[in-house]
């Protein structure tokens, strides 16, 4: 089997990308897409290609970098996180929710919703961002497969969709909690039906003082006021927009200074839908953090139906403001639906010496799509990023993830693992970690590995680096294979079948991600999802 790749997959090494571009490696129909960089004025620590993919080595020497556009010149005085699908600041003016709307499809969104937010009215606190992204919105338009970060995502299927407000499933979602929990002893747990908070459903007995997780409507004014929206109005795409326009309440997680939440907190998302319209549900998160604060979270996403018939759109947003030498270690799994569409937009400001740790499982709904949007704002911070996807019939799965870097001696690691198990399966994986100036010492890692498993599935890959500074450690990698001969030629002559042999080594592949999530419950309902998925392919 052969790539003819630039991105070091079997034929050579590349470095990482300071612009964007594209090369491509083929298996069948497989396609691998990665930007080599030739201006850098970097030093290949590679010397000689080799059969299997090792991350490419960039030794930065004084005197290197590259040149920076002046758009970007602008952006670094500036100190904006440049993003090709940012949002334009929006002004403070009231308007009715679809007037003079630019795009026909955030109109229809918009007066389907124009009832059901008259008669739930929206938290006093969350006005002034519902109206901000409102305002933002009468000039937007959904983006479709020209707009460059959409390119392999084509939403047209959502925007086609005639999108309904969810039916109340409060009740029926209480008789799904024994089959959704991460421990055996009482746990802490949010439930969130079709993004509104259920206290009744959710146990939050037992957090320490002075820390709140609750609705918006009962958190401190002032402080969720100042932080709420202020990312989601200037990052993401117009579905994060819209989700601040619609949602009808906010799950807000504060934590005081020098406070630790020692037991995890299970955010259970359960999404209702219906078999010929789609309900649309938007789940709102917002942490903030105080100095020297830990907190560990999991966000689960589930079809209140679990026949996969049902469809239903969840439009989710998360903001996450962690103060200096603060700890957040986020776990997030998508088990939604197989009828289902999922986006989601999560973004962070981290400030010096805190971390943030994610690791992702992505394996339920038709298409879906993740916005990771990063911004270390101090010196020592440290940033880990461990994604899996796991592509079925007929199921997209892309990740877009942006990491800022502006002070010296951070630290960046990602790893993307990604498994295409069928002939119409997609995995998209657009990852940018941007290295200014003044992150000089910087520790970064980028690492995607992709497994197809049949001949037409297909993989984007773009991973790049974008490196100004001229001091900093940063290696660089992507693979794409099938599973090897010889590995198979293993396990047969020790007695195991073919097909169970292709079972074990497809879900190691992947336990390497979701043993980061410690629940041995969470990685059995992981475990059967995966198995449900290979079962017409493997």
């Not at 907190?265 to 942490?287: C, Y």
């Not at 200014?436 to 590995?449: E, G, I, M, P, V």
């Not at 079972?503 to 995966?530: C, H, M």
Request: glycine share 8%; charged share 20%.
């Amino acid at each position: 089997m052969s790539f003819v790749s630039q991105a070091g997959c079997y034929d050579r090494p590349v470095l990482a990308s300071a612009r964007c571009g594209t090369a491509s490696g083929v298996r069948g129909q497989s396609h691998l897409h990665l930007t080599p960089l030739t201006r850098l004025g970097v030093q290949r620590t590679s010397s000689a290609a080799t059969r299997r993919c090792l991350p490419t080595k960039i030794s930065c020497q004084s005197g290197g970098g590259t040149s920076v556009s002046a758009r970007e010149q602008d952006v670094e005085k500036s100190g904006d996180n440049p993003s090709e699908s940012a949002a334009p600041q929006c002004s403070r003016r009231t308007a009715s929710p679809s007037a003079a709307t630019k795009d026909k499809w955030i109109s229809h969104v918009l007066e389907a919703f124009a009832e059901a937010n008259g008669l739930t009215r929206h938290p006093r606190i969350a006005a002034g961002a519902t109206r901000e992204c409102r305002a933002a919105l009468q000039s937007q338009q959904m983006p479709n497969t020209r707009v460059e970060s959409f390119r392999f995502t084509d939403v047209s299927s959502i925007l086609k969709s005639q999108i309904q407000v969810p039916a109340a499933s409060q009740g029926a979602a209480s008789s799904m909690l024994a089959d959704h929990t991460l421990r055996e002893d009482d746990e802490l747990r949010a439930v969130i039906v079709d993004g509104c908070l259920d206290a009744g459903l959710s146990n939050l007995a037992g957090l320490p003082e002075g820390v709140f997780v609750g609705s918006v409507r009962d958190a401190p004014e002032d402080l969720v006021a100042m932080r709420l929206g202020a990312q989601a109005t200037t990052k993401g795409t117009p579905f994060t927009q819209i989700n601040g326009a619609l949602a009808q309440d906010v799950v807000c997680i504060i934590l005081p200074q020098g406070t630790e939440v020692s037991r995890p907190l299970h955010l259970l998302h359960i999404a209702s839908g219906r078999e010929e319209l789609v309900s649309l549900n938007s789940p709102r998160l917002l942490i903030i953090q105080g100095q020297d604060s830990h907190l560990q979270i999991l966000e689960e996403f589930v079809p209140l139906d679990s026949s996969h018939t049902c469809r239903y759109l969840t439009n989710a947003t998360a903001e996450f403001e962690l103060a200096e030498s603060s700890t957040l270690q986020h776990g997030y799994a998508n088990l939604e639906g197989g009828a289902a569409w999922h986006i989601k937009s999560t973004l962070v400001n981290q400030a010096a010496r805190s971390h943030y740790a994610l690791t992702e499982a992505s394996l339920g709904g038709t298409l879906t799509r993740h916005d990771v949007v990063i911004n270390q704002m101090g010196p020592e911070t440290e940033t880990i990023m461990r994604n899996l996807q796991v592509c079925g019939e007929r199921q997209v799965h892309d990740l877009h993830s942006s990491l800022r870097l502006d002070h010296p001696a951070g630290s960046a690691k990602q790893l993307h693992k990604c498994i295409v198990a069928s002939s119409t399966g997609r995995g998209v994986f657009d990852g940018n970690v941007q290295v200014n100036q003044k992150a000089q010492q910087t520790d970064a890692a980028q690492l995607s590995r992709n497994l197809l498993l049949a001949a037409r599935g297909a993989v984007f890959a773009r991973p790049n680096l974008q490196i100004i500074a001229d001091d900093v450690s940063c290696t660089h990698g992507c693979t794409v294979s099938d599973l090897e001969d010889d590995q198979l030629f293993y396990f047969t002559t020790r007695g195991i079948g073919a097909e169970q042999a292709r079972k074990i080594l497809v879900y190691s592949f992947g336990k390497e991600i979701t043993q980061g999530f410690r629940f041995p419950r969470l990685e059995a309902r992981l475990e059967s999802a995966v198995n449900e998925l290979l079962s017409n392919v493997v």
